[in-house]
T-cell receptor
Framework: DAGVIQSPRHEVTEMGQEVTLRCKPI?????LFWYRQTMMRGLELLIYFNNNVPIDDSGMPEDRFSAKMPNASFSTLKIQPSEPRDSAVYFC????????????FGAGSRLTVL | KQEVTQIPAALSVPEGENLVLNCSFTDSAIYNLQWFRQDPGKGLTSLLLIQSSQREQTSGRLNASLDKSSGRSTLYIAASQPGDSATYLC??????????WGAGTKLIIKP
C-alpha cells in the first residue's frame, strides 16, 4: 500500500484565495482525520470522518474551513477565503476504528498564505 | 481537563547511549497511548501503541511502558543512533478517536 497520500505537498497562495487540500486514505481504513500543525499550537484535530460521515468538526476554526469525504477513498479540506494565519502544515491520517487504532499519517501539505 | 505533557522539550545525547523520554497525562481513564516519531518536514510515524490493559510494548530497540495509576508512559531507546534523531510525540486516546497530544521531545543523537 502506498500509505496515506496528500496533495499538494506545498502550496503558496495569496490572502483571499481558495485553497483545496486533498487526501487519499489507506484502502480499507474507515476513519479519516484532518489535523493542522503549527509551532505555536502543535497538532490540532480539525475534523474526523467515520465511514465517510463527519463525526466531529468542532476543531474546524471557522466557517472559512470546510471538509468533505464523498467516498471512502477521497477527502478534501477547503479554505475559502484563506488568511495568513492559516499558514501551517495540514496532515491527513487514517485508521480502522477497532481495538488498536494505529493512525497512519500522510506526509502533509505545507500551506503558506501571503 | 485532559492534558498530556512531555518532558524534556529537547534532549541531546551522544551516540550509543540508552535514553528515556517521558510522557505524563492528567486523566488515567485512557483507551490507549501511542508514541509517534516525526522527522523534519515529514509526517508522523506510529512507533508503538499500548492498550489500556497493557504495561509495555517493544519493537526492536524501542520499549514503551504504561503506568495508568501514576499517569505516566516512558519510551526507552536502547543504543541510540544518529538516525534516531527526530521529534517524538506521545498521544493519549480517551474516546476511540480524540487523541490528546503532547508537544513532543526533540531528540538529537550526536555522532
Amino acid at each position: 500500500d502506498a500509505g496515506v497520500i496528500q496533495s499538494p505537498r506545498h502550496e503558496v497562495t495569496e490572502m483571499g484565495q481558495e485553497v483545496t487540500l486533498r487526501c487519499k486514505p489507506i484502502s480499507g481504513h474507515n476513519s479519516l482525520f484532518w489535523y493542522r500543525q503549527t509551532m505555536m499550537r502543535g497538532l490540532e484535530l480539525l475534523i474526523y470522518f467515520n465511514n465517510n460521515v463527519p463525526i466531529d468538526d468542532s476543531g474546524m476554526p471557522e466557517d472559512r474551513f470546510s471538509a468533505k469525504m464523498p467516498n471512502a477513498s477521497f477527502s478534501t479540506l477547503k479554505i475559502q477565503p484563506s488568511e495568513p494565519r492559516d499558514s501551517a502544515v495540514y496532515f491527513c491520517a487514517s485508521t480502522t476504528i477497532s481495538g488498536a487504532n494505529v493512525l497512519t499519517f500522510g506526509a502533509g501539505s505545507r500551506l503558506t498564505v501571503l | 481537563k485532559q492534558e498530556v505533557t512531555q518532558i524534556p522539550a529537547a534532549l541531546s545525547v551522544p551516540e550509543g547511549e540508552n535514553l528515556v523520554l517521558n510522557c505524563s497525562f492528567t486523566d488515567s481513564a485512557i483507551y490507549n497511548l501511542q508514541w509517534f516519531r516525526q522527522d523534519p518536514g515529514k509526517g508522523l510515524t506510529s512507533l508503538l501503541l499500548i492498550q489500556s490493559s497493557q504495561r509495555e510494548q517493544t519493537s526492536g530497540r524501542l520499549n514503551a511502558s504504561l503506568d495508568k495509576s501514576s499517569g505516566r508512559s516512558t519510551l526507552y531507546i536502547a543504543a541510540s543512533q544518529p538516525g534516531d534523531s527526530a521529534t517524538y510525540l506521545c498521544a493519549v486516546d480517551y474516546s476511540n478517536y480524540q487523541l490528546i497530544w503532547g508537544a513532543g521531545t526533540k531528540l538529537i543523537i550526536k555522532p
